[in-house]
């Protein structure tokens, strides 16, 4: 089992800044790739995933804008967000799995997710 927590949401005009965190606890190590995502309406979206060497993946919707990391020393995520605009608003969930789907939802774990607002 993995719990994952997100934090770091909230609201932000156009333009402006947003780092989500999401700890990690529970069976860690065998569940290393992991993602952020992010659902504005009925379909959840990939924004964001790190493998377990490293690599990363963006939606061409936010490169060059997001980046994702992690603390792994912390069992932490994070995805600094910036230059936001309002097509961002979602809530953004995190998400943890024991294989490189990526960008694909078919991960294992999901926290609860987080609100993101971005006024124009």
């Known amino acids: 089992l993995v719990q994952l927590v997100e934090s770091g949401g909230g609201s932000v005009q156009a333009g402006g800044s947003l780092r989500l965190s999401c700890a990690a606890s529970?069976?860690?190590?065998?569940?290393?790739?992991m993602g952020w995502f992010r659902q504005p309406g009925k379909e959840r979206e990939g924004v964001a995933a790190i493998?377990?060497?490293?690599?990363?993946t963006y939606a061409e919707s936010v490169k060059g804008r997001f980046t994702i990391s992690t603390d792994n020393a912390k069992h932490t995520l994070y995805l600094q967000m910036n230059s936001l605009k309002p097509e961002d608003t979602a809530v953004y969930y995190c998400?943890?799995?024991?294989?490189?789907?990526?960008?694909?939802?078919?991960?294992?774990?999901w926290g609860q997710g987080t609100q993101v607002t971005v006024s124009s």
């Open positions: 529970g069976d860690t190590f065998s569940h290393s790739y």
């Open positions: 998400a943890a799995a024991r294989v490189g789907w990526v960008l694909v939802p078919r991960y294992n774990y």
């Open positions: 493998d377990s060497d490293g690599t990363t």
